[in-house]
């Protein structure tokens, strides 16, 4: 399975944006890239996901490199309510069992400072 | 407001004891998931269902038992012979479990599990 490699921590101060990168070289064709949140003692929400093109939702954004190689989740104002655990994972839908379980790895701990 | 409960938030139990998590969804969604989450880790997938009165073992089944008797509801027995259950215990669900699919899952607030 493809790997993604994420820092480890990232500070931002509140309202300023933030880019959190995330590297994935081994990425094949199909895979989606996903990322979730997880705010402390909380259970992980969806945030954003795309394949090719850049994503915007209300959320975020998500930029993608065009070798998909790398890709970058933006949060344009970071607020207190952001400090949280982000995790980028890859999701094949063509990977049968693979496709619907969710491994996220150790993330990056995104603190927002006032 | 839709959404998935779990309860309760914070439980202990001697060692020895079985002890069943409760998960239930109005989300009307088709598939139900059960992760445990141990400190500075990721998620791993006890058990999984895509549709009432089917389930599937997961990478870490062992130890664990579920039931899916209704669509809203998705419980996890954690027995005794789980060798290092004190962790916290994540539910989730989805639209479906479709092949070729890749529906977000919604979770839980989550358990957070003691044993001693």
């Known amino acids: 399975d493809a790997k993604t490699t994420q820092p480890n921590s990232m500070e931002s101060n509140e309202e300023e944006p933030v880019h959190l990168p995330c590297n994935h070289s081994t990425i094949s064709g199909t895979d989606y890239i996903h990322w979730y949140r997880q705010l402390p003692s909380q259970g992980p929400e969806y945030v954003i996901h795309?394949?090719?093109s850049n994503v915007n939702n209300r959320m975020a954004s998500l930029a993608i490199a065009e070798d998909r190689k790398s890709s970058t989740l933006i949060l344009h104002r970071a607020t207190l309510r952001d400090a949280a655990v982000y995790y980028c994972i890859l999701r094949d839908p063509n990977s049968g069992a693979g496709s619907y379980q969710l491994t996220f790895g150790k993330g990056t701990k995104l603190s927002v400072i006032p | 407001d839709g959404g998935i409960t779990q309860s309760p938030k914070y439980l202990f139990r001697k060692e020895g004891q079985n002890v069943t998590l409760s998960c239930e969804q109005n989300?009307?969604?088709?598939?139900m998931y059960w992760y445990r989450q141990d400190p500075g880790q990721g998620l791993r997938l006890i058990y999984y269902?895509?549709?009432?009165?089917?389930?599937q073992k997961g990478d870490i089944a062992e130890g664990y038992s579920v039931s899916r008797e209704k669509k809203e509801s998705f419980p996890l027995t954690v027995t005794s012979a789980q060798k290092n259950p004190t962790a916290f215990y994540l539910c989730?669900?989805?639209?479906?479990?479709?092949?070729?699919?890749?529906?977000?899952?919604?979770f839980g607030p989550g358990t957070r599990l003691t044993v001693t």
């Open positions: 269902s895509q549709i009432v009165n089917d389930f």
């Open positions: 795309g394949l090719t």
């Open positions: 989730a669900s989805s639209i479906a479990l479709a092949a070729h699919s890749l529906y977000e899952q919604y």
């Open positions: 989300l009307n969604h088709d598939a």
